[in-house]
């Protein structure tokens, strides 16, 4: 598909506060502003950094972060009561270009139980609450828990939010209840229905993880229609969590021939964000996770490692590089081969003849069996022992466990 054809699906990072939601994570506003303005680097179309009315600390973030980080959009959330959207507006006013971001359920254990409300006070509220935040900026509106809602009332309260000026449709899975072919019909619908003939509204994706689907989910929304997505550096949020931004990002990247839409962000400053974001929140990155996580472009058994020596493609779908890794890198274990085995002594500046060699090869695989990984301080210890002709090589694996 030609770029010119191609729709911008925009990324609206929610780390600052969807993410900030996760058990036990507390940004003060240094932390936020520091991380902001990594956000920016990474070219995030809409920053969420708050939610002014919840604390004094959230306000100030919020206020410093729409006076000091420039680029993207700057929103903050509130309910759809006037208190939050006149505090929202107080701390966007300093910003280029802002956002109030107004959630209120439409799913009838929220309007029943939560709530406390019926479906016409629901409309009357979000009718109230949008036309006012719409006075002051931009406005977007979420029918929270919008998968457990009567589709038709979604609908209704979409279409009653962009009548009184709403211009961003949030379709929130806030249980991460649906599966990615229910989201897609539900986003399709709203396109259909509430966006139709209405060039200045975007619909947009807002998935959590209870399932592990909030990133398929949110894919089968962009091939329904949607042209924002929500999510975290990390995956962090609400309970398992929300659609991990870096994820988001490389799969609408590497899979542009299957979604063919354009994004703004420099996918580079990936690794630096997700460093930055597990630093500042205490939480660690899973090693396997996707993209970010520490083995994502690691290969330990040796027909991989033969083949990324070779090819880096043969194992690869993404260039370490593209999103901010050093590189590829070969790890000695107990799978690991003589290609990769020469590969690591070369790098070491290491030279061994065949009998030498073998000898190390079969050296580091003892050790491999007891301690997994073999580092490069391991692997000197092993070439130095060989080379020394000692035969007291027996102690090595030991000394390792
Ligand atoms: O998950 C959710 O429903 C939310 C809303 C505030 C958009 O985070
Ligand atoms: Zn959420």
């Excluded at 070219?43 to 919020?62: K, L, R, T």
């Excluded at 975290?232 to 990002?249: C, D, H, K, V, Y």
Aim: aromatic share 6%; hydrophobic share 40%.
């Amino acid at each position: 598909m030609d770029n010119q054809e191609r729709e911008r699906v925009q990324i609206f990072d929610t780390t600052l506060r969807d993410g900030e939601q996760a058990p036990g994570i507390a940004l003060d506003p240094d932390k936020k502003v520091e991380i902001a303005h990594q956000l920016a680097r990474l070219g995030v179309d809409v920053i969420e950094a708050g939610f002014p009315v919840s604390s004094p600390g959230d306000f100030e973030a919020v206020r410093r972060i729409a006076a000091e980080v420039h680029g993207p959009v700057i929103a903050a959330l509130a309910r759809a009561e006037e208190d939050d959207i006149d505090r929202a507006w107080q701390a966007l006013a300093p910003a280029e270009r802002s956002r109030i971001h107004i959630f209120l359920a439409t799913s009838p254990i929220h309007m029943e139980h939560k709530l406390r409300m019926s479906p016409e006070e629901v409309l009357t509220a979000v009718k109230r609450s949008v036309g006012r935040a719409a006075e002051y900026t931009a406005v977007e509106y979420s029918p929270e828990d919008a998968t457990r809602s009567d589709p038709d009332f979604v609908v209704a309260a979409c279409r009653a939010a962009v009548d009184v000026g709403a211009t961003t449709i949030n379709i929130p899975d806030t249980v991460g209840y649906a599966t990615p072919f229910e989201y897609a019909k539900l986003i399709e619908r709203v396109v259909t229905e509430v966006k139709e003939g209405r060039e200045d509204v975007v619909i947009s994706t807002h998935c959590h993880n209870d399932l592990g689907l909030a990133v398929a989910n949110s894919l089968a929304a962009v091939h329904a229609g949607a042209r924002q997505v929500e999510g975290a550096i990390n995956g962090i949020g609400e309970r398992a969590g929300n659609t991990s931004t870096e994820e988001i990002i490389m799969a609408l990247k590497v899979r542009s021939d299957v979604f063919g839409v354009e994004l703004g962000v420099t996918t580079e400053e990936i690794y630096e964000s997700s460093r930055l974001v597990s630093e500042r929140t205490g939480y660690p990155v899973q090693f396997n996770k996707a993209v970010v996580g520490r083995n994502a472009f690691a290969h330990e058994s040796g027909i991989h490692q033969h083949g990324v020596l070779r090819r880096r493609e043969t194992y690869e779908i993404m260039d370490p590089t593209s999103v901010g890794f050093a590189g590829s890198s070969l790890v000695m274990g107990k799978h690991s081969g003589r290609a990769a085995f020469r590969h690591a002594l070369d790098r070491l500046g290491v030279e061994l003849g065949n009998g030498a060699f073998d000898k190390a090869f079969s050296r580091m695989k003892q050790v491999a069996d007891h301690s997994g990984e073999v580092s490069d301080a391991q692997l000197m210890t092993i070439v130095d022992e060989v080379v020394a002709g000692t035969e007291i090589l027996q102690g090595v694996a030991d000394s390792f466990r």
